[in-house]
């Protein structure tokens, strides 16, 4: 069982809509806000567990756990009926009706468990019975609560009580409430924490297990899997370990809750934990520096020194042999690594790990010598699950034991950790060190809350350090929130537009909250743990989260320098939280550009879908070639990831909206990939049509690329229709040959030869289709493209 708020949303009159706007044009509204409604739920820090036709069921605590569920889904409650309202005359415009949405709240006890035949879960309960119970007699554009989220949110919001209702399923009448605002957070309310540097208690079982795995005992298992919830210990339990792992060095890469799009980049802080990096230093030292992993002539090497030295590539789309040379690279020099007997690598919070970085530790650990060790942390979910299990021992750290609470009482309180304190800190933290520690701080600070017996929520122990600072220190420590869990001293202070900023001050004021970043003590702050920085950041007013966003991202543009693309992720999640669209897909379109150069494909994919989340509804703000460029970077990814059925759905979606008299380039490329993906689901006659255009835009326009993309495409289409004469196959390669010799396109080149191969395999010429599959297996062989070696084994 779990503690969480339950949200139960219902768009109103969506029946009369269906039978009005027929059954296309409904659902185009429904999947618009159920966009909607997931962005704001996960602004918040909830889930959006369920769509359900024409509602949604979110979770605000669970499965992820979260600080003030209770207030976070009133929050997000709010928000959405104030973005449905003002998407209001859009909607009106476009498709003829103004949706409105009601909600219903509740919180308490809910039972997490999985679907049959699916992975996802469902949530059962009183809670979601009460919370749908509340949705169906909210008026619309209002949000009705349980008397739990009154009590939880007390000092927070208002509620207009609407008496004792019965309600279905309910033996009694439930006291009803209507949440009409939220209030600013009074000065004197206590929330607020401090690091517990004392004795590291307890966890003899877990060092025992992680001892046993790091020599190698029988049975260990190259990877060492600390797992266990937000806030057990498990950076403490890593840190411990290392520390009596010495001389043995501990090289750490943290993976961060807003760089999940960065691709790489906690096995970019390893290297350069090894390399002993500093900003400004160049490629060349780097490979130096590196030399003992990897041997600087490799190929990949030099690629690799440049991903370490911040040398982003603006042309790293059209080199895919690179990518995939720069992978290898990188997945030899982590192996190597892993196996030195004076090194312990470790990746913290992989959870959060970005898509690319968990490919490539997959195939590390998969690949690894009986010597590797790698040491991870992670809460329990998903991403243990792609792990091979005969490869990874799971450390569970588990919960604290009273005693162990109460060691840790006593020395932070001495004789005042009386038995009773003790129990009730023990009850109300579950065990889970980082709550019973924060609890500990509020009673020391507040020592009502020992005589009174009151312990209040984990929520408010968060803040009440915050609450007593001055203001000028709050408003540095809220922009730093916007900034993420790291910020550095001078990007703050641009953001901020203020003058010269006392890092150590504000270090000083804030000790507990924020301390100096271990990876850049002198420039960078770091708050003390993930639940702080979610806690200061929900406690600004909405509006004033754009205008931050904003600054924040014209500081961190302008800190980068002349290499603002190394950051593309972020500046993008500031300017979609500005809700700034154009220049949010600007930054999305160069980190997509970054992920396709890195061979990233899912990172890519993920990024781009984000772009067209806010190209679609405001496609008439944004220039034709912003729009043509990002489709084209879209559907190139989903052809090179083979997800052909998306190639065509993205291009018939969006292709027709772009296409004009006269075409372009990239209008005939386009057309050329959309058939060789009509090709793949064997609709040929649409696909000959398809490529025929192509090829006709691209030899008007005298374009070298799309021209042979076009040609390629159309030897596919001679070869799977049986129309086409081999001479006419065989034409088309020798026009195409000249451009995939030279341009390096190793996947054009790879179609061109087994088209070519398939032809005079049709044609009972087995010699010559011999002779080319030879070529097409050494050239695999020669740029370790896999997927070429694939296609001459098939």
């Known amino acids: 069982m779990r503690l969480a708020t339950v949200m139960m949303v219902d768009m109103v009159g969506s029946t009369e809509m269906t039978e009005r706007l027929g059954p296309e044009a409904s659902a185009r509204v429904l999947r618009e806000l159920a966009r909607i409604a997931r962005g704001r739920v996960e602004a918040h820090g909830g889930v959006l567990m369920h769509e359900m036709g024409d509602g949604y069921f979110a979770l605000f605590g669970a499965p992820v756990s979260i600080e003030r569920a ?37 919180s308490g006890e809910v039972l997490l468990t999985g679907l049959a035949g699916d992975d996802s879960l469902n949530a059962t309960g009183s809670p979601v019975n009460l919370a749908a119970r509340l949705q169906a007699l909210a008026a619309p554009g209002t949000v009705m609560c349980s008397g739990s989220i009154v009590a939880d949110t007390r000092g927070w919001a208002r509620f207009e009580a609407e008496g004792e209702q019965p309600l279905k399923g309910f033996s009694a ?204 942390t992670t809460r329990p979910g998903d991403w243990i699950g792609q792990l091979p299990p005969e490869r990874v021992e799971v450390i569970a750290a588990r919960p604290l034991p009273a005693g162990d609470i109460a060691v840790i009482a006593q020395e932070m309180m001495g004789a005042a950790a009386g038995a009773d304190l003790v129990r009730r800190i023990a009850e109300s933290s579950e065990g889970n060190p980082f709550f019973a520690i924060e609890f500990l701080h509020n009673v020391v600070t507040n ?43 001078d990007v703050l202070q641009a953001a901020m537009g203020a003058g010269a900023l006392d890092s150590a001050a504000l270090l000083n004021a ?15 702050g770091h708050f003390h743990h993930i639940l702080f920085r979610d806690s200061i ?87 034709p070639e912003t729009v043509e460029d990002a489709l084209s970077l879209r559907i190139r990814c989903l052809d090179l990831m083979d997800q052909f059925r998306a190639v065509i759905e993205v291009s018939d979606t969006w292709l027709p909206r772009l296409r004009t008299p006269e075409g ?30 192509a ?38 390669f020798e026009e195409t040959r000249a451009f995939t010799e030279q341009k390096s396109d190793d996947p054009l080149y790879g179609n061109r030869v087994f088209h070519m191969m398939s032809a005079y395999r049709c044609a009972g010429a087995m010699g010559r289709a011999r002779a080319l599959n030879d070529e097409l297996m050494a050239f695999g062989a020669r740029h370790n493209q896999t997927h070429v070696i694939l296609m001459g084994h098939w």
């Not at 190259?222 to 520390?243: H, N, Q, T």
């Not at 590539?313 to 042999?321: C, E, I, K, S, V």
């Not at 396709?596 to 944004?622: H, N, Q």
């Not at 040609?711 to 065989?730: I, P, Q, T, W």
Request: aromatic content about 6%; hydrophobic content about 50%.
């Open 447 to 489: 020592g009502d809350a020992v005589s009174a017996g009151q312990i209040g929520a984990i929520q408010n122990v968060a803040l009440a350090r915050f609450d007593r600072l001055d203001p000028a220190t709050k408003a540095q420590l809220r922009m730093a929130a916007v900034l993420g869990r790291s910020f550095r001293f």
């Open 173 to 376: 009448p439930v006291a009803v409430f209507r949440l009409a605002a939220l209030d600013p957070r009074p000065p004197d309310r206590p929330i607020g924490s401090a690091r517990y540097g004392g004795e590291f208690v307890g966890r003899g079982a877990e060092m025992a297990r992680l001892a046993g795995w790091a020599r190698g005992d029988a049975g260990a298992k190259p990877v060492g899997l600390i797992v266990g919830a937000a806030g057990i210990g498990k950076s403490r339990l890593m840190g411990e370990f290392g520390a009596q792992a010495r001389p043995r060095r501990l090289i750490v890469g943290a993976c961060h809750p807003m760089a999940t799009a960065r691709p790489l980049a906690p096995l970019i802080e390893i290297l350069r934990g090894f390399a002993g990096w500093r900003p400004g230093q160049g490629p060349a030292e780097i490979a130096r520096a590196l030399a003992p992993l990897i041997d600087p002539g490799d190929e990949g090497a030099a690629a690799l020194a440049g991903l370490l030295a911040d040398r982003a590539r603006t042309d790293a789309g059209d080199h895919l042999p690179d990518a995939i040379a720069l992978r290898r690279a990188l997945s030899a020099a982590l192996t190597a690594l892993g196996t030195r007997p004076d090194c312990l690598v470790a990746v913290e919070d992989l959870h959060w790990i970005d898509p690319l970085s968990a490919e490539v530790l997959t195939g590390v650990i998969g690949a690894a010598p009986a010597a590797f060790r790698l040491l991870g």
């Open 70 to 106: 209770a207030l976070a889904a009133c929050r997000a409650g709010l928000d959405l009926l104030d973005a449905v309202a003002t998407e209001a005359a859009r909607f009106a415009r476009d498709y003829g009706v103004a949706p409105a949405l009601r909600i219903g709240l509740a």
């Open 695 to 732: 090829l006709e835009m691209a030899t008007r326009l005298a374009d070298e690329k799309a021209l042979a993309y076009a040609k390629v495409v159309r030897m596919r289409v001679l070869v799977d229709s049986g129309r086409g004469s081999l001479a006419e196959v065989e034409s088309l």
């Open 664 to 693: 372009s380039p990239t209008q005939a490329l386009l057309l050329a990939l959309t058939a060789k993906a009509r090709c793949h689901l064997a609709d040929i006659d649409a696909a000959d049509k398809l490529v025929a255009q």
């Open 510 to 524: 804030a000790e507990g909250i924020v301390e100096p970043d271990p990876a850049d003590p002198g420039g960078s």
């Open 537 to 623: 950041y929900a406690t600004l007013p909405s509006g004033a989260k754009k205008p931050m966003h904003r600054a924040a991202a014209e500081a961190v543009a302008a800190a980068a320098g002349d290499n603002p693309a190394a950051l593309a992720d972020v500046l993008a999640e500031h300017y979609e939280l500005a809700e700034a669209p154009r220049e949010a897909v600007t930054w999305l379109r160069v980190a997509a550009r970054n992920a396709y150069g890195l061979y990233a494909l899912d990172s890519c994919k993920s990024l781009m879908e984000r772009a067209f989340g806010l190209i679609a509804p405001a496609f008439d703000t944004f220039a």
